[in-house]
């Protein structure tokens, strides 16, 4: 089972890929579409990551997939958007998710 993640951020995907997580930087919501899409048709993708922004470009959609779909699960990080976090706040989530610290 592997994880991708869908960021609409170039450091996001930076980051995450030194963990060794691939992913995509879209963002139109029918990318946000599209690249969902493809990772429900690939089934080596049981996790898909996607950044705050993005979910609440496309909630609708988000929503229903994790409502009606057991696969793959789809998780919102924070990312350099996130309103409302300390700074460090992707630098801690990482930390506790995967071990890393950056």
């Known amino acids: 089972m592997k994880f991708y993640l869908i960021s609409d951020n170039h450091d996001t995907v930076t980051g995450l890929r030194l963990a060794g997580i691939e992913g995509e930087v879209v963002h139109e919501r029918s990318e946000v579409e599209a690249a969902l899409s493809k990772a429900i048709e690939n089934e080596e993708i049981g ?36 309103e409302g976090r300390s700074k460090d706040s992707i630098m801690r989530y990482i930390h506790e998710a995967i071990g890393i610290k950056l």
């Open 47 to 82: 996790v898909v990551l996607m950044t705050e922004q993005l979910v609440e470009e496309c909630p609708d959609t988000v929503y229903d997939l994790k409502m009606h779909r057991t696969r793959p699960l789809i998780v919102e990080i924070p990312d350099r958007h996130a």
